[in-house]
C-alpha cells in the first residue's frame, strides 16, 4: 500500500491499495521506508513483496528523481471541473465587507511525507474513488494536481525553505550539512557552521571520548545542525546560522535532568519599561548574547553523539568534512557545557547569567517579574533568553555593556530598533515610543496564504455566533488551525490588542475546528491585512483621557489606571461571560490588556463585572508594584483608579448594598470591597461608550470599533 496522508477527523493513516485501486484509512500501519515501492525511472506501479503481518504494510519511495509529489511539470493538465474534493481555505465568507465574494488565494500547507514517483499520470488512468475521496489534501488546478501543503508544527515541523519561524522571524535552511553543501550557497554555510564549531570549541563545550570507551550504563545522545536564516527588520535575509542542537527528547528524567523550568519576562513589564525610558528620554541599548546556552555548566554526565558530517582533525579537535560525506562512525564528546536542545539548557543559562547580574555587577533582581534586573540610580536589563536591553544614561549603559562584555560574548546591536519581532520606533523630541509588527504580520499573511486577500475593516462579524462544531458540520485541518490561532495570538499579547478578542474566542475551538472557525480566522487576517501599519504608543500622551480625564498632567504623575469591563453570558454553548481589562501606567501610556473567558458561570451582570474588576485590579496592583519598583517612591500618588460601567457593581462594592443578584458573591467581592474602604483602590462608574474595554469582551461593528482603536492609541 502506498502512504498518502492523513485522515481529517479521526488519528488514522490514509494508504492506497494500487492493486484493488481503493483507499484504505488504519491506524495499526507499518512503514518500510528502505524500500522503495517504484523502480528507479519507471512509471508503472507494482505490488511489493507481501510481509508476513495482518497490519498493513506501506513502502516509501525512495529513490530515483523523485521530487516532491506531484511535481506540477510532470503531471498532465487537468480541467478545473474535476472533483477533488473540498479544499481548505477556498469556502466563500460572507460579512459587511465582502458582500459574498470568494477569498483571493487558497491556502496550502506542507505535508511531510516522503516523494511518490508518479510522472505523466493521465486523467482517465486515476482511480475515480481516490479522486473523490482525497479530501483537503490534493487540490486540482489548471497546470494540473498538486499537494495543499500542512505543517506538523514542533519537532516535526517542516523544514522547506519557505516556511516561518512565526515567533522569531527565522527562515528554515538546508534540511542537513549535506543539502546545505551541495546547494547554491555552500560558502555561506561552511562559514556558519565553522563558526559554530569554533565557538564551541572556544567555550570547551566537551570532551572527546575514546571509542569503544562509552561508561558502561551510559548512552550518547544524538543531535543535528540546524540551519537557519536570520531574517532582518527589512524581511531580507540579515545572516546565516547553523547551530548545533542536541535530542533532548532522547534525555531520560531522573538521570540526564532533573529540574527544566525557565522563567522569562511577560510582555506587559516590557511595555512598562519601555514607556519609562521614553519618558524619561534614556538611552536604550540592545545586546544580543553569542551561544548564550554555551556559558552555563551542565551538571549531569551527558554523552553526545556528533553528527556523521563530522571528524576528528590532527590536534582531535572536532572539524567538517571537506566532503560533507557522513561516516559511518560518529564521534561522541562528553559535555561539559549545556547544549541547545537540552532539556535542563534554558534553565542553566537563566541561573548562570541572573548569579552574574546579581553577584558580579551588583543588580537587584526585581521582585515582581522575571528577567528584569536595576541598579540603586535607576539603570534597567531586560533580559529575554539571549536577547538584552540596557536601559539609562549614556554613562550607566556604558558600564552595563562593558560589564558584560567581561563574560560573554556579545553583538552590539545599538540602539534598539527590531526587539522580539516588534518594530520599535522611537521620537524622542515628543518622547514617545511605537511598537509594531508589520515584518511579522506580512510573514504570517505569506504563510497562510492570505497576502492577496481582500482586507475587511473589523476583525469578526458581530452577526456571527460561534459554538462548538456539531454533528453534520464539516471539520477544518486542525494543524492548520492551531498554527493559524497561535501566530494570531502572539500579535494580540505583543501590539495588537485590537484582535485580542477575535483570537481569543477562535482559540476556544482550536481541539475541534470546524470551517465556521477556520472562516473567522480568515476575516481576522483580513483585518490585519487592511491595518498593517497599526502601532501603539507608549510615553507621553497629550490626548484627553477616557472620560474627561487628563492622561498625565505636567509636573504630575498619573496613577495606574484600570479599565475593566465584561460581556454577560456571551459564550453560546456554554453561557460564561468574557472578561476584559485594559491598564495605562502613570503617563497615560496602554501597557497590558487581557481578553479572557471567565473561569465560572455569572449569574448576573453585576456578577460578571466583579469578576472582571478583581482580575484588572489584580493586574493593576502588580504593575503598581513593579512601578514604584522602577520609579522608586514617589510621594503623593493617588490610589489605584479604577473605572467600569456597571452601576450595581459599583454600588456594591462602594456602599456594601446587597441585592438579589450579588448575594452569593464570595471571597473575591470582599477582598476587592476592602481595598475600596482602605481607600488603595478608587472605583467610578464610566459610560459605556467611553469605556476601552468594551471591545476586549465582544465584537465591535466598523464606526464602534474604529473608536475602539482610536481609545487604545493605535494608529498608523
Known sequence: MIFIGYTLSTKQYRLYNPKTRKLVTSRDVVFHEDCPFYKPLEQQIFCPTTVNDSRANVTFATGGDADFFPVEDDVESLSSDDDFGHIVGSEEESGEEDNGEREGQDFEEVIRTPPLVVKKTPKSQLPGQMKNTLGGYWKGSASGLRPIRKSTGGAGRSRQATSIDLALLVADGPRTITDALDGPNRTRWIEAINSELLSLEGHKTWSVVEEGKLPVGSRAISSRMVLQEKIGEDGKVARYKARLVAHGFRQREGIDYLETYSPTISFAPIRTVLSKAAMEDKEIIQLDIVTAFLESKVEEELYLRLPKEFCLGKNRNVILQSSGVGLEVSVIVRLNRSLYGLKQAGRNWYNTLEAYFIKNMRMRASKFEAGIYTTETGATIIAWVDDILLIGSAEEVQNMRTAICKRFTIKDLGNVKFFLSMLVERDRGRRVIHLSQRVYLEKILRRFRMDVCKGCATPMDVKTKLHTRREGEEAAEKVLYQEAVGSLTYAAITTRPDIAYATGLVGRFGADPSMLHWAAVKRIFRYLKDSLGLRICLGRSNDRGFGGRERGSKGKKAPITVYGDADFAGEVDGMRSTTGFVILDRYGAIVHWKSQRQKTVAKSTADAEFNATALAVEEGI??????????????????????????????????????????HVGVRYFWLRELVREGEVTIEYLRTDEMIADGLTKGLERGKHQGFTRMLSMMS
Open 622 to 663: 502588580w504593575l503598581d508594584k513593579l512601578q514604584a519598583e522602577l520609579y522608586g517612591n514617589i510621594e503623593n500618588i493617588v490610589p489605584i483608579s479604577v473605572f467600569n460601567d456597571n452601576q450595581a457593581c459599583i454600588a456594591s462594592l462602594m456602599n456594601g448594598q446587597f441585592r438579589a443578584s450579588t448575594r
